[in-house]
């Protein structure tokens, strides 16, 4: 009869909170205030052309930006 041995996978590394990491693997930035994301997203709009808002972050209190495909 075969051994059944199992086979560990090899598991990425956890990130503690999967809000706080864009979609490209760098971590998202983090504002004090709504007023200071909403100047960011409209810096951003003039430098890229993106639209982006502010949202509250549910885990840390802070504000992040975030893309109409996350809304």
């Known amino acids: 009869m075969a051994s059944r041995r199992r086979v560990r996978r ?5 990130r503690p909170r999967l809000s706080h990491w864009r979609a ?7 504002y004090r205030s709504e007023a200071d994301a909403n ?8 430098e890229h052309g993106v639209d982006l808002w ?3 972050c549910e ?13």
């Open 10 to 14: 090899r598991e990425e590394p956890r």
């Open 24 to 30: 490209d693997g760098q971590a998202k930035s983090r």
């Open 39 to 46: 100047r960011a997203a409209l810096q951003f709009r003039l």
């Open 54 to 56: 502010a949202y509250v």
């Open 59 to 71: 885990f840390c209190g802070g504000w992040h930006l975030g893309s109409g495909d996350d809304r």
